[in-house]
Structure formats: structure tokens, C-alpha cells
């Protein structure tokens, strides 16, 4: 029916025998693909978005993976029925493939140049002098300057966005007619992720790709894609030209999905008191990083800026925003307020004392007042204590509950965050992102703070997930007359938590002011570019 | 709402900590390690009534017999004194278990706390005392273990303390590689801003998560301790004939393996036994200890 397609997948159907049965991981998708077309697949995790593709290609493990039924053609041919040899032929060669985290991909022990050249001698006959000459005359085309000199280099040289410049060219070098970008931005800085974007957008047009573009993004989605999928768990809900989809999505799920970005201003009042002396004022702070060499008594240590005097003051009540890419030093910043990293000069003040040089008792009687509430929730609980045990733990030994009477405010923290108190006894590994992140939360408010400091606690957890954990947090800081330092890279998140935001860069502070003023009329150029850097739908 | 019934299910934890308990029940559950268990749980109990029990006494020769093979009189064979294989068997295992676990013990503390200690706190105080460490790795066992018997005479004590004194180093330095792997994490931090002791950090929240590689260790440690102390005897610290430890059989057999072979195969297979049940009984207690392992 459809000749003039490049890829046609039908019925595709795949399985994960697992030790609780089988799983099924795609459910039925058929979607086809014309040269020269952009699809996107949008979905959370666990949507079996990038499942889908990667059985395509017959990357993945089988068993416990089997893909029970469908066809995949390509010009004509079925993928899946295709043997192992005359596959490897078309990975590489007509289908490329980049994924998300350019740090892993690369091997870290060769030269970009030998990497390269690899891929092309394994693909095309060609001498290894002309392999080298393509391979420079690709990384100029993905916009790498210098491409002659910086060929020779290896990858920790090359910053996480140019490393996906890298990954583009290597993908590209073989001349494929189809490209499946896996999240390619996602590991990325707002801003450098906007301009591989662009990177990709410009290389399709010009060599008439067709892409399949994974995200999780609808914002990126809706900028990337003419056609898209939307996945729930391995069934596609709805697809789609992209237009049509954002203006008139027809399933619940995707209205979901877009309701889930956050476009709005935040939605209550600032609570802040702006009578009182602010509880939290840094002055000045300089955080650096010690790097060691020299002999063990004669230890030389140089530092490197993390923050770079900053100052920034809190009100009784406020959520303050800390905006910065990677690398600005913002959760340097939220680290050293509580004391996980030493400062080297300035000024930390907290509810009128000195938090930088207090003795280790009255350290202790602080930190209370102050809790942090961390980014990757599969980290930041305990692996071998139970839920009970976590929130428990705190209680006790500042002596807020005692034996009778922790297990009604653990209680009461479970209501508190929105979990079943029958969970009590279970592990965190038995527990979805966005619960473990509750778990967190509950931890976070157990001592009942004065100040939290979130680092970037939403970045990690599915969009919809992201919202609910957000109105969480806003419906806690009401509850609790919580004050809090909010750090995130993500502005539209910022925009819909915070009363005021600050804004760093490379340790230093560019700006800061109002929420909805800084939005509106931003200052500084960094600024401009973070807010641009948005996605719109 | 379903307020009774949590509160019901709820009761049974309150006492003491729930890793603990739940481990308990896990490992009961694993027959493999049930049945290791078992199977030490016998030798302990053999080995603490071998006094009552055994066929003959320990010094009892003769002289005449011989080597003799296993017999219904000498069950095990006879060594070439012509003692009883099976009472020496017995009274060995008093020794060795003593030693295997008792020294394993003692490393296993020194060495855990020692690692954790130093992985935590890092710095300087990490580069002392692992140099420490070090200086000790360098000593020649040999020398080291002359030098103590000529100083303090041979005693049992000083048999725990020279093999003390070497298998903990191993054990702190797997330790502190893992906490240092571990200290960076979230959790760690979330216990630091919480205001926790580093003291309560380390024994709730770092050691326990190190138990894996630790346990696995442990179960290799006591069979090489066993073997360790025939080695210690032989240099004259630790015990002396008539008396008798599995190692020093085991040592003793191996220098008449051709013509006496059950001299040689009676206690390996007694010592290749424990072995077996102490690493079923070690991996149960690994997965036991571990929530995410057990649940399926």
C-alpha cells in the first residue's frame, strides 16, 4: 500500500519474560515514515517509546525480551525477520542511531579521530587518509570549530553538548537515510540542548533524513516533529500530525501530558514577610574545590571557584529560585548553606546565627532547621531502610518523638505527602520514582524546617509526575510555613514555584528580581537566553 | 479509613530494627543456607561434646596397630601411631572452629570498623591510617609470627592475635573502597544534613549497605584461618601433638598422602564440608540482607 515509505512497521508487538510473567512492553504499533519526515514518539518512562525502536534495529536482549509478532519494513524488507549479518549492515549504514547520554557513549580511552575513522573504514571502502578527511570535514558540519586540531583529542575534552555534536557526527558518517535520536537532549543544558535542536533540524533538511525523534518532551516534540506518537505503557493512545495533536489532543492521556507543562504563573500568593529580618543572608560566599597534589606534609591545594561571591537573602515564607545551567555552581550554592561543602570566605546567617562557624553542637541543633531534599530519588533514600525506618530516624534522634509516638507522626508524614500508610514497611526500591520522591519530602519535613533546600528535586521524575510533586511541594510550603530555596535549571518549573528567582552562572550571580518580572523583562543577555531556551508548545 | 487494619500489621515492627528481622525471616526461608547452617550448627555441637563422645582419647597410641585403614574399630583409620583418626578428627575441630571463627571475628570487627572509619572521614586521616595498613601488609608474616613466640611463648591467645593481626588488613581495605563508592551518595548527605552523628552515619547508614561484599569475604576468610593456624603450629605458636587442630591433620596427612590416603582424605572432606556450608550459609545471609534480592 505504501511503497513510497521508507520504514513500515505493523502489529509490532514485544515481550519481557520477567520472574512476576510476562510483560508486555509494545503493544500493537504499527507507524510508518516517509524519507525526508520527522516522527516523534512521545512518552513517559516505562511508555516503551525507545523499546519500540530498538527491537527495530534488534538491539534488544533476547531473551528476556521477544518480539512476538509485527513486521517492520524498510524499503521493502522486514527488519525482523532479516539474519544478524545483513542487520549489522543496516545499523550503521542506513539506520544511525544517537542516545541520550553522550558521556557513555564515546569511549573514553580513544581519540575522537580513531573513533570516527573506525566507523567509516568498517562501512566503506575507503583508505584511512580519506576516512580522516570525511571525519573532519563531518565534525565541521556539526558545528565543532577547529575540527582539524580537535579531532586529535579525546572525549573528556569536549563538553557534554559538543560530545553529542560528536555522537551526531559519528552517526551521520555513514550516510544513513533514517536516524533515531533517543533522547538526545535530554542529559543537556537547557541552552546547548535548544541548539542541538537546531543542529538536527537543519542537518535533516539539508540531507532530506527521515528522523524518529524519542522524547519525553512535548516541547521538544512539538519543535522537532511534523508527525507524532503518543505512547501510555507499550499502547500508542494517539497520533498524529504535531499540529493537530497540541491544538486538539483527542485522548485524556495527551491532554494529560500537556497539561503537565507548565505554562502558568504560580498559582497563590508570595507568603513572604518582608517586615522581618530575612532567615537566611549570605554574603559574599566563595566556595572553591580542592584539588590536592604535592607530598603528604608538604600538601599543595588549588581551588577552583565553585561560587564566586554571591549573595543572596531569604524571607520567613518565600520560595526563592536558584536558576543556572550545569556547572554555575547553584547546587554548590544550596550544599555549602547546610554545610556538606566548606565554604572559603563569606557569610552565611540563619534565623541570626552564624551557620559557617558554629561548633559541632550547636551544628547539629541547625541542620534541624535546615533540610535538603535531593534530586535523584533512587539515591537519596537509604537502599536497606524501610520507609518506617527513614522518616523514623530523624524524629528520634532530635528527640521530637519517642518510641510511642513516632509511629503516629510517621503516620501523619505518610498523610502529609500523600502515601498510604500501609507502605510503612516496604523498601524504597519498591517504590515508583515520584513515591520515592515523596519519601523524600516527608524526610525533608520531619523535623519540621525553617528552610528547605530543594536541588532540582522535579528533574528526574516523568512530566505528569513532575506536576503532582510540584503542587505537593506548593501545598506543603502553604501548610507548613515553609521558606525555601528552590534549584532547578528548568525555568518553567521555577515560574510556577517561586516567589523570586536568582539567577547564576559560572558562579557568579547575573540576576535576579521578582518572578514574573524576570520573566517578562529580563535584563541580562544569559537570562534572555535561558528564558528562549524554553520549548513552546 | 483502613485505620484498624494498619494499625494491626503495624504492631509486629516495633521491635528492634526492621533490617534485622526482616533479614531473619528471609534467611529462614533459604533452605540451602538453612541446611549450611545445620550442618555447622552440628560441628559446633559435636566439637563442644567430643570430651563425652569421642571413641577414644586424644593422647591414647598404639603403636603396634599402626597406620591402619578405616575399620570397624578405628572408623577413620588410624595415623601412623596408631591413633584413633576419628577422636583426633573430633578434638581437632575444637581448635579449628574456635580459631576459624574466633579470629574471623576479630578481623571482621578491626577490619570493618577500621575501613568504614577511614573511607568516612577520608583526608588525612584515611592516608594514616591505611599507611598503617600498608606497613602491616609489608611485614613478613614469618618473621612477625617467630618474633611473637619468642617474646610471649606459644598460648592460644597470641595464636588469635597473630592471625588477627594479619586477616584484617584485606577486610579494611575491601571495606573502605566500598564506603568510599557509597559515601557520595544522596543518602549519605540527606543523613549528614539531617544532623545525624558520624558515628550513627556509619553503623546505620554505611555499614550496612557494604554487607554484601563483607559477608562473602567473611565466608573465605574462616576456611583460609583454619588452614592458617596448622601453619602457626608448625612454626611452634598455636598447639603441639598429642593435640590436634583439622589444619595440622590435614598437614600431617598430606606428607603420607601415597601411602596412608585416608590420613589425608578424612579431614579435607571434613573441612571441604564446613567450607561448603559456610558459603551457602554466607550467600543466604547476603541476599537476606539485602531487600531488593529477595523479593520476587
Known amino acids: 500500500m505504501s511503497s513510497e515509505k521508507l520504514l513500515n512497521v505493523q502489529n509490532l508487538r514485544v515481550l519481557f519474560n520477567t520472574r512476576h510473567g510476562q510483560t508486555v512492553a509494545v503493544e500493537n504499533l504499527s507507524f510508518s515514515l516517509a524519507a525526508g519526515e520527522v516522527l516523534g514518539i512521545v512518552g513517559e518512562s516505562g511508555s516503551g517509546k525507545s523499546v519500540a525502536c530498538y527491537a527495530l534495529l534488534g538491539l534488544i536482549p533476547m531473551p528476556p525480551g521477544k518480539i512476538e509478532s509485527g513486521r517492520a519494513l524498510f524499503h521493502g524488507k522486514d527488519l525482523l525477520q532479516m539474519p544478524e549479518a545483513e542487520l549489522r549492515h543496516v545499523r550503521g549504514h542506513k539506520i544511525a542511531m544517537i542516545f541520550q547520554d ?51 583529542e579525546y572525549p573528556h575534552q569536549f563538553s557534554g553538548g559538543m560530545r553529542q555534536r560528536v555522537m551526531i557526527a559519528m552517526a551521520l558518517l555513514a550516510e544513513p537515510e533514517l536516524l533515531i535520536a533517543d533522547e538526545p537532549t535530554t542529559a543537556l543544558d537547557v541552552t546547548v540542548q535548544a541548539q542541538i535542536l537546531a543542529l538536527i533540524k537543519s542537518l535533516q533538511k539539508n540531507r532530506n533524513l527521515a528522523v524518529i525523534f524519542i522524547t519525553h518532551d512535548l516541547g521538544v516534540a512539538a519543535q522537532m516533529a511534523d508527525h507524532m506518537l503518543v505512547m501510555e505503557k507499550g499502547k500508542l493512545v494517539e497520533q498524529g500530525a504535531s499540529e493537530g495533536i497540541f491544538k486538539n489532543p483527542t485522548q485524556e492521556y495527551t491532554k494529560k501530558l500537556l497539561s503537565a507543562v507548565l505554562t502558568t504563573a504560580k498559582p497563590v500568593a508570595s507568603a513572604a514577610k518582608l517586615d522581618e529580618p530575612p532567615l537566611l543572608d549570605v554574603k559574599h560566599l566563595q566556595v572553591g574545590y580542592a584539588s590536592q597534589a604535592g607530598t603528604f606534609f608538604n600538601r599543595i591545594t588549588r ?135 515523596r519519601i523524600a519530602i516527608a524526610r525533608a519535613i520531619a523535623l519540621k524546617p525553617k528552610l528547605i533546600i530543594a536541588d532540582e528535586p522535579v528533574s528526574a521524575l516523568d512530566v505528569t509526575i513532575r506536576a503532582q510533586i510540584l503542587a505537593l511541594l506548593l501545598e506543603l510550603t502553604q501548610k507548613h510555613n515553609l521558606t525555601m530555596l528552590f534549584i532547578s535549571h528548568d525555568m518553567s518549573v521555577v515560574r510556577y514555584l517561586c516567589d523570586r528567582v536568582v539567577v547564576m552562572q559560572k558562579g557568579k550571580l547575573v540576576e535576579e528580581g521578582e518572578t514574573e518580572q524576570l520573566f517578562s523583562a529580563p535584563q541580562q543577555e544569559y537570562t534572555r537566553q535561558l528564558l528562549a531556551a524554553i520549548p513552546k508548545l | ?100 571463627f574466633i579470629a574471623t571475628a576479630v578481623a571482621l570487627t578491626i577490619g570493618v570498623l577500621w575501613g568504614a572509619i577511614a573511607g568516612y572521614l577520608g583526608g588525612r586521616v584515611d592516608a594514616v591510617m591505611m599507611r598503617i595498613v600498608d606497613a602491616l601488609y609489608a611485614l613478613p608474616f ?63 547508614h554505611l555499614i550496612p549497605n557494604v554487607l554484601g561484599p563483607v559477608i562473602v569475604y567473611t565466608t573465605l576468610t574462616i576456611p583460609s584461618v583454619i588452614l592458617l593456624e596448622s601453619f602457626l603450629s608448625f612454626l611452634g605458636l598455636g598447639i603441639q601433638p598429642p593435640a590436634s587442630s583439622w589444619g595440622s591433620l590435614i598437614s600431617g596427612g598430606v606428607e603420607t598422602m601415597e601411602e596412608y590416603p585416608w590420613l589425608l582424605i578424612f579431614p579435607g572432606l571434613v573441612l571441604t564440608v564446613t567450607l561448603f556450608s559456610l558459603n551457602f550459609l554466607g550467600d543466604g545471609l547476603r541476599d537476606a540482607l539485602d531487600p531488593r534480592a529477595s523479593k520476587d
Not at chain 1, 571502502?125 to 565534525?139: G, P, W
Not at chain 1, 530519588?377 to 520507609?387: E, F, G, H, K, W
Not at chain 2, 570397624?72 to 572452629?97: C, E, K, N, V
Not at chain 2, 557509597?182 to 545525624?196: D, H, N, T, Y
Open chain 1, 303 to 437: 581551588f577552583a571557584r565553585g561560587v564566586d561571591d554571591v549573595s543572596i537573602k531569604i524571607q520567613r515564607g518565600e520560595i526563592v529560585g536558584l536558576v543556572g545551567e550545569s556547572g554555575s555552581g547553584k547546587s554548590t550554592l544550596g550544599r555549602s548553606i547546610i554545610r556538606l561543602v566548606d565554604a572559603q570566605a563569606g557569610e552565611v546567617t540563619f534565623n541570626g546565627k552564624d551557620l559557617l562557624h558554629l561548633a559541632a553542637d550547636n551544628l547539629k541543633a541547625a541542620r534541624r532547621d535546615v533540610q535538603m531534599i535531593f534530586q535523584d530519588p533512587y539515591a537519596s533514600l537509604n537502599p536497606r531502610m524501610t520507609v518506617f525506618d527513614t522518616l523514623a530516624e530523624p524524629l528520634l534522634v532530635h528527640g521530637i518523638a519517642t518510641k510511642a509516638t513516632v509511629l503516629d507522626q510517621v503516620n501523619e508524614l505518610m498523610d502529609d505527602v500523600g502515601l498510604d500508610r500501609r507502605f510503612i514497611r516496604k523498601y524504597p526500591h519498591e517504590f515508583s520514582g515520584g513515591q520515592r520522591q
Open chain 2, 1 to 100: 479509613m483502613s485505620n484498624i487494619s494498619t494499625e494491626n500489621s503495624l504492631q509486629k515492627f516495633e521491635k528492634g530494627t526492621s533490617l534485622t528481622r526482616d533479614a531473619i525471616a528471609r534467611l529462614f526461608k533459604n533452605k540451602m543456607a538453612m541446611a549450611g547452617l545445620f550442618v555447622l550448627l552440628f560441628m559446633v555441637a559435636i566439637s563442644l561434646f567430643t570430651p563425652w563422645i569421642a571413641p577414644y582419647s586424644y593422647e591414647e597410641q598404639n603403636l603396634d596397630l599402626g597406620a591402619s585403614a578405616p575399620s570397624a574399630a578405628h572408623w577413620l583409620g588410624t595415623d601412623t601411631l596408631g591413633r584413633d583418626q576419628l577422636t583426633r578428627i573430633m578434638y581437632g575441630s575444637r581448635i579449628s572452629l574456635m580459631v576459624g
Open chain 2, 142 to 204: 614469618t618473621i612477625f609470627i617467630i618474633l611473637l613466640t619468642v617474646i610471649f611463648g606459644s598460648s592460644m591467645l597470641l595464636l588469635f592475635l597473630a592471625i588477627g593481626a594479619v586477616e584484617w588488613l584485606t577486610m579494611a581495605r575491601i571495606v573502605r573502597g566500598q564506603v568510599i563508592s557509597i559515601k557520595r551518595q544522596e543518602f549519605v548527605e540527606a543523613a549528614v544534613s539531617m544532623g545525624l552523628s558520624p558515628w550513627r552515619i556509619i553503623s546505620r
Open chain 1, 102 to 152: 553522550p558521556m557513555t557513549c564515546l569511549n573514553p580511552y580513544m581519540r575522537i579521530a580513531d573513533q570516527l575513522i573506525e566507523v567509516l573504514l568498517q562501512h566503506k571502502n575507503i583508505s584511512k587518509k580519506d576516512a580522516r578527511e570525511k571525519s573532519i570535514a563531518a565534525l565541521i558540519e556539526v558545528g565543532i570549530h577547529d575540527a582539524e586540531k580537535r579531532i586529535d
